[in-house]
């Protein structure tokens, strides 16, 4: 991010309209990790001639997960699409909001518009998330734990010890807790931030 804070984003499937219920029974579990954001990047396709009827699903489907009061960014990509007027009505709409960084953000994936933008706003919208620092015992066999306190955190010290690591690391507090690493922490190390 442009504050150097390391995210992680995830993409889930894409919405469709009037998508069979035993489809949507089959997309729940990927739409599922969108129960665990601390913000949802709602991408439209402002080119599409429903993107409205769509945005309204897709507002739907989050209401039934549960998430619709999270923070959501509304996002418009493939703007490169747009003739000169539809882009500046758009332009015309979104002008107010833009400045309030509470509208939405125009991008073009294809052309990489107003992605440095989108990151910004990512940026300002995520919650801050303070950091821990933990001494921990990791069994080897617990790869994907390693991999993620390495990608999401900052590994200070590490040293394999018979069929473990040891390390010292800083990892936010979201990410400690849901790796439960309370669960691998070093005695003497305090606990209180993970609980």
Known sequence: MPSNRRVLV???VGFIRDLPKSLL?????????????ALILHVSD???AHH??????????LEELGVADRPILRVLNKVDRLTAEERDSLNANCKGKMKQDDGPVLVSALTGEGIDELLRRID??????????????????????????HALGRVLRSEVQDED???DAEV????????RLSDYVVEGTSKLALT
């Not at 919208?125 to 734990?145: I, K, N």
Request: hydrophobic letters at 45%; a negative charge; proline letters at 6%.
């Open 10 to 12: 995830s993409d889930t």
């Open 25 to 37: 029974s089959a997309f729940r579990a990927t739409l599922e990790e969108v129960q665990e954001a």
């Open 46 to 48: 402002i080119s599409h």
């Open 52 to 61: 409205d009827e769509l945005d309204e699903e897709v507002l739907k489907i």
């Open 124 to 149: 300002v919208a995520l919650p801050t998330d303070p950091l821990v620092s933990l001494s921990l015992r990791l069994p080897l066999s617990q790869g994907r734990t390693l991999a993620l306190i």
């Open 165 to 167: 690591m040891l390390l």
């Open 172 to 179: 936010p507090v979201s990410i400690a807790r849901r790796l």
